[in-house]
Structures are given as structure tokens and as C-alpha cells.
């Protein structure tokens, strides 16, 4: 693969994937998450109740599939729009089968 | 909310939920987690590749679910479980109620 | 089994399970997701747009999910509640852990 | 909508989407889905156990995530795609961005 289709190990300057332009604020997201995480180890050691604690799992694995769907988007607008436009049309078939396939994969991953 | 609002019906001193028996290993799978994201988030600063990132929040999505599970299983096997052994026959009927609708709540946010 | 635990197979006159109280509404919520799938099958056939058809699958999932959901109640607030009640000590211990973990199943099943 | 408003940039006359090459398949997973929601009317109607009318439901939400899952996966490599092919650059770039941010949305709906 080339720098056009995102292959990780690249060497160029420029952000490589999608997600980059927005990297700052996926790492706050991540950042938030960590703590969300951290908070809810605060609540088992305080014995807090088991319901209170099932809710901050739950707003946890709702921001985890936010960033997610972020990641996903990013990917199919770059990752499968850029084998879309690689000039070598034989190429061209193999990256855009090899992206959709990756990103089929990766929301089967997400819906189990 | 404290340990007595919570607790209906028990009336030892003792930790009041089911989950506090294995309290040290909810730790641990939280400190798991928690590195997990950690993980995450420098996956996004060093660039890597985003269906790799993704496959990691797929990852903690699971390891979140399986710990939500075992959370709902002991609000079940303690919570509604202590509700039905409440001894005035009134207040036991309320109290099931409430602990079946918490219960049934938390798997509905869940699910979502 | 018997028949305060709700064992399938069981020969009595009253209706068994926590749901069959609201059988009708089940059955109901059940004939009109069976019409969504056949309408989403009209839709294949008529070359809808997929993202049209992609919504119309997601409200079936929710429409499933709540279905589930109220059976998740049920189960708790009759067959663990049920299981909770029963007279025998010893019997009652294994049948509210056994009512438990398959309530815990059901529950990882649908999370999956 | 029509065919016209939904593939934008194919001249052709066939069937305009991904799925209609597998339409025949489709239809097959749909009635067989149809079908398991009428078994499971049939299990309330009998009186099942719930934990048995359970394992169903969550069968028939794991084959309708499958059936989506092959419907993203066919949007991201033909409505996508398709966009990305669009000759008039502006045009393109427009074509993309609604056809991705269609495409998280579906993913979104599915992933709640």
C-alpha cells in the first residue's frame, strides 16, 4: 500500500488518517473516559450501590461507541474514499474490497 | 445515597451489595480497563491505524459489558433477591418492585 | 422443578410465567414486528434505498430489545422473586441461583 | 425517493444499489427472520418459558445485525464509492460527505 491509501508504517509529514485533524479532541474524549473509568473504580471501593455504578458503566460504553462511530466515519470518509481514488484502477478494485471489508469488520466488531 | 436507603431489609454492619465480595477483582478488571483506554489514547497520539483503535474500543466496550453482567447479576442475586426476604409482607412488595425496576432499568440503559 | 419454580413441562391450570399476565400485549408487539420484517423484505424487493431499509431494521432491533426487556422483568420479578420464596432453605438457595445465572445469561446474550 | 435522488453519478439502467446483487439472499434471511418472530408469538401463545422465548429473541436480533451489517457494508462500497467516482470534483465532494455521514448515522442508529 501507499501513502494514498493510509498504510500504517508511512513515513510522510502529514496527519495519515482521518481521525488526526480531530486529534486533539478525541484525546480529551479519551481523557474523559479514563476518568469515567477511574470513577467508577472510586464507587466499588466506596461500596457505592450497584445501580448507581451500572449507570456510569452505561454513560461509559456510550461515550466508548460516540468515539467509535467517530473512528468509523473518519475511516470510510478517508480510508475508503482515498482507494476510491487511486489512480491504478486493478489497484483501485483491491483497496477499496480491502477498506469496505476493514470497515465492515470493524462494525461487526461494535454491534457484538 | 447511603447504605440504609439502599440496603432494604438487611440489618448487618457488613458491606450492603452483592459485588462487594469480589470488590478486588471489579478493581483489578477496572484498572484493566482504565490502562486499556490509557491505551487508546496514545494509540491516537503516536497515529496508528484507526480500525486498530477501533479494535480496542471494541475491545473495552466487551470488557465494560462483561463487567455491567456481573453487576447486574448481583443486584439480582442480592438486591431483589433481599427485597423478597423482607419480612412485613407490604413493604416487601414495594421493595421487590423497586429493586425489579431498578434492575430492569439498568439492562434497558444496557442495551441502548 | 417444580411448580412454585416455574419448570417448563409443568402440568398446572394457571398461567406460569411473570408475562403471561400481559400475553396479549406480547403477542401484539410481536404480530407487529413480524410485519416490519415483512415490510423491510418489500423493501428489498423493491430496491429501496439501503439506508432506508437500514432504518427500518434498527427499529425492529429496538422494537426486539424492548420486547426482550420486559421479559428480562418479568423473569426477575416472578421466577427469581418465585425462586426467592420458596420453602425449603436448602432447595430455595439453589433455585435462586440457578434463576439468577440464567437471568445473567439471557441478559449477556442480548448485550452480545 | 427514487432511484435518480439515490445513486447519484451512475448512468445505468439496472438496480441501483450494493444489496441487489444479493437481493435473492436477503429476501431468504428476511423470511427466515419472519418466520423465528412468528415461532416466538407461537412460544408466548404456549406458554414458554421466558428464559427459552429469550435465547430466540436475542437469535433474531444477532440475524437482523447480520442483515445490516452486510447492508453498511454494501453502502460503504457502492454508495461511497459510487460517490467518490462522480466526476465534477465539487459535485464529488459533496456526494461523499452526505453518503459517509449517512452511512455513521445508520451505524449510530444501529449501535443505540
Not at 43 to 62: F, P, S
Request: net charge negative; aromatic share 4%.
Amino acid at each position: 500500500m501507499d501513502e494514498t491509501t493510509h498504510a500504517p508504517g508511512h513515513q510522510h509529514a502529514g496527519p495519515p488518517y482521518g481521525y488526526t485533524a480531530d486529534k486533539d479532541a478525541y484525546l480529551r474524549r479519551l481523557r474523559r473516559i479514563e476518568g469515567q473509568v477511574r470513577g467508577i473504580a472510586r464507587m466499588v471501593e466506596e461500596d457505592k450501590y450497584c445501580i448507581d455504578i451500572l449507570t456510569q458503566v452505561a454513560a461509559v460504553t456510550k461515550a466508548l461507541h460516540a468515539v467509535s462511530l467517530g473512528l468509523v466515519e473518519e475511516h470510510i470518509g478517508h480510508c475508503v474514499v482515498g482507494a476510491a481514488n487511486v489512480a491504478d484502477p486493478d489497484q483501485r478494485a483491491g483497496e477499496i474490497d480491502s477498506k469496505v471489508k476493514e470497515a465492515a469488520e470493524a462494525i461487526g466488531r461494535l454491534l457484538r
